[in-house]
């Protein structure tokens, strides 16, 4: 992924974040915590995991893929392939 500085400051930040939501989530696990708290915050990791690769999937459109004015099948059916991964 070619990002602008700015960009992938912002996104390597997210995702730090969400590695420290991850460690949390493992340790309410270890520590035997409410379920009700776990699933709780796994909701909210998944929904950052989501915004983050939107994020980077608008910046691989944008930056990797301008010349998609005109796109070829192909390449329409290799974006759609990178988002159900």
């Known amino acids: 992924m070619t990002a602008e500085i700015g ?3 912002r ?3 997210r995702l730090r974040r ?3 939501q991850v460690r949390g989530l493992q340790k309410m696990v270890e520590e035997d915590r409410e379920c009700k708290d776990i699933l709780t915050l796994l ?3 998944r929904s950052a995991l989501d915004s983050v690769g939107e994020e980077i999937l608008e910046a691989y ?3 990797c893929q ?3 004015e005109q796109p070829e099948p192909a390449q329409l ?3 759609v392939r990178l988002l159900r991964k």
């Open 66 to 68: 301008a010349d998609l």
């Open 61 to 63: 459109l944008t930056r």
């Open 11 to 13: 996104i390597v930040h």
């Open 7 to 9: 960009d992938k400051t």
């Open 43 to 45: 909701s909210g990791v």
């Open 18 to 20: 969400l590695e420290g």
């Open 77 to 79: 059916v290799e974006i």
